[in-house]
């Protein structure tokens, strides 16, 4: 039997409700494939952070890297800036453990109805840069409340970090349909973009049979609405991947069901697998919130640890239920998050 300590942070809001769902069907999934799951549970979040002043305790990094994966649900909420609680659980892991990349997967599934009038697939691997670029602290605010007031933010693109993104981008594009996009903005943004573009043209030409189509990211946005089947793999800066997943997955129908892995591709820290929305504090609690995307999130998490016949199991399993017409008020459907879940272990079973 193999093991796999994996760290479990449902966080904020839905987190708590979506989280155990997908862990029930996990610790099936593990029974069914003599897999042995230690889920360890950090009660870290916005409610520890209203008990503690932090969103996590000071070795909160250090006792996440005894695990070989890391869970999350969900952070943020009203109680909470965004600049602790995003910036004190989330961005820190993912740097700490070197997690420079985030897959984001933009795909239909049937029984999830896509807004478009068109029946094509959408088939699509956002490929994000997450550890540089738009999201970094440095900057500032001066002159508060003043009518000068003025705020500063800087945004770093590294070699390193631009070149590892494309790198990873181009090798899925090309065991894919062959055809990566990158994410820019060079018109406006004079000096960073055409420095990602430079390294991603340079990265990509190491992959011969790679077509690499560079799209200024407003064109891209358009297109992604208009004509979501005609891409294949994506390539994006930190924000700009951030919202073209999230238009991505409202393409495809709802935001519920889109999962995301940062990984480590290395393996030397743990990667973490997480929903890509946020904590819906409108609907915390009420039992509407949709468990796919986590579900989906922990069958990446299975693939990651080397178990793919695991991880088809349990996506076959939600994909099924969902073909089947079930499927929480998001997708149209009437079940509440535990019916939903009750289905999928069924199905499992099955
Ligand atoms: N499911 C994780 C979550 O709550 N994400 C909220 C969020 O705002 N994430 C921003 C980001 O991924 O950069």
Excluded at 53 to 58: S, Y
Excluded at 205 to 211: C, G, N
Excluded at 245 to 251: P, Q
């Amino acid at each position: 039997m193999t093991t796999h300590k994996i760290a479990v942070i449902a966080g904020d809001g839905i987190g708590q409700e979506v989280v155990p769902a997908a862990l029930e069907c996990l610790e099936r999934i593990a029974r069914l494939h003599s897999l042995d799951l230690q889920f360890t549970h950090f009660d870290w979040g916005s409610d520890y952070y209203l008990r503690h002043g932090r969103m996590m305790p000071e070795d909160g990094l250090e006792q996440l890297a005894r695990h070989e994966a890391i869970f999350l649900g969900a952070v943020g909420s009203p109680q909470v800036s965004d600049a602790e609680s995003l910036w004190g659980l989330l961005i820190p892991i993912r740097r700490e453990f070197q997690q420079y990349i985030n897959v984001r997967p933009v795909k239909t599934l049937d029984g999830v109805k896509s807004p478009l009038a068109s029946k094509e697939p959408i088939d699509i691997l956002i490929v994000r840069e997450n550890n540089e670029g738009e999201y970094s602290e440095i900057g500032g605010r001066i002159y508060r409340g003043q009518p000068h007031e003025s705020a500063v933010q800087e945004t770093i693109f590294t070699r390193l970090g631009v070149s590892r993104a494309a790198h990873y981008a181009a090798s899925q594009a090309s065991s894919r349909g062959r055809r990566l996009t990158s994410a820019t903005k060079s018109n406006g943004i004079i000096h960073t973009m055409p420095f990602w573009d430079e390294i991603v043209e340079e990265a990509v030409r190491l992959y011969p049979e790679v077509t690499l189509t560079s799209e200024l990211v407003d064109a891209l946005a358009a297109h992604l609405v208009l004509k979501p089947w005609t891409y294949d793999v994506i390539v994006a800066s930190n924000l700009l991947g951030d919202i073209l997943s999230d238009l991505g997955s409202a393409v495809t129908g709802s935001i519920g069901v889109a999962p995301s892995a940062n990984l480590n591709p290395e393996g030397d820290f743990p990667s973490l697998f997480e929903p890509v929305h946020g904590s819906a504090p409108d609907i915390a609690g009420m039992g509407l919130a949709n468990p796919v995307g986590q579900m989906w999130s922990g069958a990446m998490m299975l693939e990651h640890l080397g178990h793919p016949e695991a991880a088809s199991h349990l996506q076959t399993a939600f994909e099924s239920v969902l073909r089947e017409g079930l499927g929480t008020r998001d997708v149209g459907g009437t079940s509440s998050t535990s019916e939903f879940t009750a289905a999928v272990l069924a199905t499992i079973d099955a």
